[in-house]
């Protein structure tokens, strides 16, 4: 039914006259917290004009007030500022209130708001897809543009943290393209132009499939819920391809809650000591805080936190770690092939990556061992969009 309101406007605006004559006169008015239905009635009782509403029902907890000497045009302005509601005027004395959707009365206006879409469409402002149902269309339909194909970027992120996915599988069928997002979440992909759907993907979390329509060059954001997944039975086999297959030889990924899950001394987690229980790793000797990595000295081992080098990894003779369990995501291990961006290093390369806070809500988490005490912060700082965490450990030694 809107879609019929919208296309007779545009037609119909054509030969008829937008004429703004009676929203430019003034009018008293002394709203106090007063609903739409009340404020309507009572300016059509002063003007000659009628108000539609696109759904009334969005109006039922909406309070308006507005009071002075003004004009029909600021009295809807400063009603509908900072809102998702909107109005168009037709004829002379209809206003039609809707919210989302403007509705454009004029061919003049609508030209000017798609020549102004074609000018914001490079903003770095990105939408985010959720709706399944919902067709995103990138740039502009119907702009001049002779590319066959054009780049979509943007980041993954899971809906209930706000922290970026890391490995998470971006693709199209048709033609096959297929990408994975980077350590920060962020992925590329090349799409031809017209109608795809897109498919995410991701370990442990729901599969989304977004229709989207490329006309240019753009940003879309997505966020995964969490799965939970009933197994009836598990099948544990051996690949001997495996190896052959994976793209990037000798590595191993290790996260938070598989390091969670090691038992250790006295209680306490720690991510140095799980990487020395992987297979060719192991200790320089007791109250030593190197790794020998496949036969390799310790000074022959690149360690790093959110890309900063690590030279000493423990306190107090290798007893405790230098990493807080609480802030660290994830932990790459390259026993070889180490990739050329982290400038070479004969024997291994450990990477560490740590958490970006919560950006949904706030969390925190205290522990307490034999030895050992700590406790994190996380939260939003502008909701969705920054956060902060914060994480502090002490020793009970005398």
């Keep these: 039914m ?40 009572k300016l059509e009782q002063q003007a000659d004009i009628k108000f539609y509403f ?21 009295i809807l302005d400063r009603m509908f500022a900072n809102s998702d509601f909107s109005y168009a005027v037709y004829k002379s004395k209809y206003i039609i209130v809707t919210k989302g959707d403007r509705i454009y009365t004029t061919s003049k206006e609508y030209s000017q708001r798609k020549q102004a879409g074609r000018a914001t469409q490079h903003d770095d402002s990105a939408q985010i897809a959720s709706n399944e149902n919902k067709l995103y269309v990138i740039g502009v339909p119907g702009a001049v543009n002779s590319a066959k194909s054009f780049i979509l970027s943007g980041y993954i992120r899971d809906e209930k943290t ?36 897109l498919r995410i993907e991701s370990l442990g979390m729901n599969d989304h499939n977004i229709s989207i329509a490329m006309h240019d060059n753009g940003k879309l954001d997505f966020e995964l819920n969490g799965r939970v997944t009933t197994l009836k039975s598990v099948v544990i086999s051996r690949e001997k391809l495996n190896n052959i297959r994976n793209a990037q030889m000798g590595s191993q990924r290790i996260d938070i809650k ?40 310790s000074d022959q081992n690149l360690l790093m936190y959110n890309d900063a080098t690590i030279y ?22 390259y026993k070889s092939s180490m990739p050329a961006r982290y400038g070479g290093r004969l024997s291994s390369v450990v990477d560490i990556r740590g958490k970006e806070g919560n950006k949904k809500e706030f969390s925190g988490n205290v522990g307490f061992g034999p030895l ?27």
């Design 2 to 41: 809107k879609l019929l309101l919208v296309s007779a406007l545009l037609v119909l605006s054509v030969v008829g006259a937008t004429g703004q004559t009676i929203l430019s006169s003034k009018v008293n008015v002394d709203f106090r917290n007063a609903d739409i239905n009340t404020i309507a009635t």
């Design 258 to 297: 598989t390091i969670k899950q090691v038992p250790v001394v006295l209680g306490e987690t720690d991510v140095f000591k799980v990487i020395t229980m992987l297979p060719g790793v192991k200790t320089v000797g007791e109250a030593s805080t190197g790794l020998n990595v496949r036969g390799g000295a």
């Design 312 to 333: 000493n990894p423990a306190h107090f003779f290798g007893m405790f770690s230098a990493f807080n369990p609480d802030v660290v995501k994830d932990v790459v291990l």
């Design 372 to 398: 050992t005490g700590r406790v994190m912060l996380e939260g939003p700082v502008i909701k969705d969009r920054t956060s902060f965490i914060a994480a502090a450990r002490a020793t009970f030694w005398p």
């Design 162 to 197: 706000g922290e970026r996915v890391v490995a998470a599988s971006v693709q199209i069928n048709n033609p096959v393209r297929r990408v994975v997002t980077d350590e920060y979440g962020s992925y590329t992909i090349e799409i031809p132009a017209g109608k795809h759907v």
């Design 54 to 74: 696109d759904d009334p029902v969005q109006f039922d907890s909406v309070s308006f007030t507005v009071s002075g000497q003004m004009t029909l045009t600021q």
